[in-house]
């Protein structure tokens, strides 16, 4: 597609629920990234992606959170018994190749957590 | 880790003034930088993308500069308008190719 897809636009989770986030980046970008958002501005890397093969990892938490690309299904990230702190915006962004490719970016998913 | 600050934190401006927003970042081993535009609850609009070999970069009414030995970019934006009021965030790409954001400075044009 012509953009970034990200599903759902909202989610609703208990305590303790898992909660699953897809995206599908712009067909013939390798690159995919995972970014938090909380409170108003504040953004974090959480992990990106090379085609299926994770690239940095280096902003994932380590515990409960895990994501994937598989070839041929959208990306997703997985966020196994969720805590209030965790509520956030979650944005999907793909950039096209190099270091020197701009990103663009889904519109985001809305985790909250009751 | 790269330090991204952007000042002012908010700007509040009359229709038709032309404006500077300013982001300043600690490392000078950048890919390139991003402006964006984030309307409330949407997502991220790409702006403008300054490559590190550029100066800087324009687009209708935006134009965004680069200085690595200083460490600084600015936006300017000119005849502001109405529609431009939104929260612009810039963000730099590191040698991870993960983009470094600044908390972003929240725009209103008042008509």
């Known amino acids: 597609g012509e953009e970034v897809a990200q599903t759902p636009k909202h989610l609703v989770r208990g305590e303790g629920q898992k909660a699953k986030l897809y995206c599908a980046p712009i067909?013939?970008?390798?690159?995919v990234f995972w970014y938090q958002q909380v409170l108003k501005n504040e953004f974090k890397f959480l992990i990106s992606f090379q085609n299926e093969n994770v690239f940095d990892e280096t902003g994932m938490p380590k515990e409960r959170f895990s994501a994937k690309c598989l070839p041929n299904s959208p990306c997703s990230l997985e966020i196994q018994a969720t805590k209030l702190e965790d509520s956030a915006v979650y944005f999907c962004?793909?950039?096209?190749?190099?270091?020197?490719?701009?990103?663009?970016f889904g519109q985001g998913t809305r985790l909250t957590v009751v | 880790k790269q330090e991204v600050t952007q000042i002012p934190a908010a700007l509040s401006v009359p229709e038709g003034e032309n404006l500077v927003l300013n982001c300043s970042f600690t490392d000078s081993a950048i890919y390139n930088l991003q402006w964006f535009r984030q309307d409330p609850g949407k997502g991220l609009t790409s702006l403008l993308l300054i490559q590190s070999s550029q100066r800087e970069q324009t687009s209708g009414r935006l134009n965004a500069s680069l200085d690595k030995s200083s460490g600084r970019s600015t936006l300017y934006i000119a005849a502001s308008q109405p529609g431009d009021s939104a929260t612009y965030l810039c963000?730099?790409?590191?040698?991870?190719?993960?983009?470094?954001f600044g908390k972003g400075t929240s725009l209103l044009v008042t008509p």
């Open positions: 962004a793909s950039s096209q190749s190099s270091g020197q490719d701009g990103a663009f």
């Open positions: 963000a730099f790409k590191d040698s991870g190719y993960a983009l470094n």
């Open positions: 067909k013939g970008h390798s690159y």
